[in-house]
């Protein structure tokens, strides 16, 4: 997938009994972001960061969905947590870990494994891909996203 395709019409359960479909999103912005693992200190305080700039990304017409292979219990978790305020998507067989292809090999204590390499996609209103970060330091990043936001909608 490169800047401008068409990105698929994904679906992910987000609750016991819900799903989220990204054809039901046309029409707004939508930034999904990719995390290894639940309740670890990057990703939680890169849920944190889209937490607190939650309403200024609403206020642009846009959602934000976090995924990660956790199953739904530990998004659950996770969420209650903290306070997180927008949905997130388990992806246990990697359907959309694949499509946005952030599963690449990782080096963690001098092993080599597969994992989720922290990425952030902002697809457009009109369904096509806007810009990506791959290999996202967590820092200022939900910063950065929300000024690409502002630069895709002038």
């Known amino acids: 997938m490169k800047i401008g395709d068409k990105i698929p019409d994904l ?5 016991e009994d819900s799903e989220i479909h990204l054809r ?18 990057g990703c939680t305080l890169e849920a944190q960061n889209f937490r607190d700039r939650q309403k200024d990304f609403a206020k642009r017409g846009a959602v934000v969905l976090g995924v ?7 998004h659950g978790k996770f969420k209650t947590k903290q306070a997180l305020n927008f ?16 599963i690449h090999e990782k080096v963690l204590y001098g092993k080599r494994h ?12 009109d369904g096509k891909l806007k810009r990506e ?3 996202v330091k967590v820092k200022d990043h939900a910063r950065a996203v929300l000024e690409a936001l502002d630069a895709e909608r002038k």
Request: proline share 5%; glycine share 10%; with cysteine.
């Open 24 to 41: 039901d999103l046309k029409g707004k912005f939508v930034i999904v972001y990719f995390y290894p693992k639940d309740s670890t200190p």
């Open 68 to 74: 990660s292979r956790d199953s739904l219990a530990s």
């Open 133 to 135: 970060w791959r290999g």
């Open 87 to 102: 949905e997130l998507v388990s992806d246990p067989d990697e359907t959309w870990c694949k499509a946005f292809d952030v």
């Open 11 to 15: 679906r992910g359960a987000v609750g």
């Open 114 to 125: 597969l994992g989720v390499v922290r990425s952030t996609f902002l697809i457009g209103a």
